[in-house]
């Protein structure tokens, strides 16, 4: 699986992100700026890390949104490659239209940074083929515009076409259905809160989501 990790300014799980695909796959990714305008060729996968791009100025992902990087992102999106945007990379997903709806900050105004339970609403996507539906797994999150909000039509199209892919099983920031995770229209781009990234060996405290990675290798080769 050839992969490419985003880098934006103020992106602080980028070299996490890196390691978890590197110890999936046996490739490492290439880390791309996201001044570039164009991305490696032949790429499957590429990944939008967690972090605080722009320090979360004007609104969290809003300019990262506008990186020239992005051009190329949404265009390889449309072309059906494999786009996975966790935590700051699914608000920079919202932010440049790849996926609907927006991250607000958290009910209650507070940064949430812990383990929380999580249920696996679809396991028919690229991304969650290794859980079984209905599955509850625990992975962490740690931000403060978490709160997934959309129009009330926007949320039965995405319930009733199974894109709602991971929901939170506990209370966490309020987001609208507990929506966690979505993916787009065509399946191919997943954006999610919670960081798979941090659970990919037991010496983290747990491996929950190291079979989001091991789902990718599997999907993509």
Known sequence: MKAAVVVFPGSNCDRDLAVAIETITGTAPTM???RDTDLPDGLDLIALPGGFSYGDYLRSGAMSARSPVMQAVIAAAGQGRAVL?????????????????????????????????????????????????????????????????????????????????????????????DIAGIVNDQGNVLGL?????????????????????????????
């Open 85 to 177: 945007g966790v935590c700051n990379g699914f608000q920079v997903l919202t932010e440049a239209g790849l996926l609907p709806g927006a991250l607000m900050r958290n009910a209650g105004l507070d940064f949430v940074c812990r383990d929380v339970a999580l249920t696996v609403a679809n396991s028919q996507t690229m991304f969650t083929g290794r859980y079984d539906a209905g599955e509850t797994i625990r992975i962490p999150v740690a931000h403060h515009d978490g709160n997934y909000v959309a129009d009330a039509a926007t949320l039965h199209r995405l319930e009733g076409e199974g894109r709602v892919v991971l929901r939170y099983a506990e209370p966490v920031n309020g987001s609208a259905r």
């Open 193 to 221: 809160m919670p960081h798979p990234e941090r659970l990919i060996e037991a010496e983290q405290g747990g491996t929950d989501g190291r079979r989001m990675f091991e789902a990718l290798a599997a999907a993509l080769g």
């Open 32 to 34: 791309v700026w996201h």
